[in-house]
Nanobody
Framework: QVHLVESGGGLVQPGGSLRLSCTVS????????MGWYRQAPGKERELVAI???????NYADSVKGRFTVSRNNAMDQLNLEMTSLKPEDTAVYYC???????????WGQGTQVTVSS
């Protein structure tokens, strides 16, 4: 069973930065497609960023130039560097994993990011 654990959320002022991490167990991490989604109150869950097993990335237009997704295959870890944060970035952020090994999707439990003065 694939297990994902996020960390790094919290409260930050507008213009600030945060780093989210997601540690994966139970699969061959290097083969996974990994990503971050977020869900704000009253809104649907949306894609933030995704990174393939080969390291190709794709971002939502709303975060391009501000967020950077990366993976550390040696540590089975996915990261999201968030800069120039805005109040509209406030949401629960979820780690996403597509396991090529099992052909299945798994989600983390979510971590709250609040951008407010």
């Amino acid at each position: 069973q694939v297990h994902l654990v996020e960390s790094g959320g919290g409260l930050v002022q507008p213009g600030g930065s945060l780093r989210l991490s997601c540690t994966v167990s139970g699969s061959i991490f290097s083969q996974n497609i990994m990503g971050w989604y977020r869900q704000a109150p009253g809104k649907e869950r949306e894609l933030v960023a995704i990174i393939t097993s080969g390291g190709s990335t794709n971002y939502a237009d709303s975060v391009k130039g501000r967020f950077t997704v990366s993976r550390n295959n040696a540590m089975d870890q996915l990261n999201l560097e968030m800069t120039s944060l805005k109040p509209e970035d406030t949401a629960v952020y979820y780690c996403y994993c597509y396991s090529a090994q099992f052909g299945s999707v798994s989600w983390g439990q979510g971590t709250q990011v609040t951008v407010s003065s």
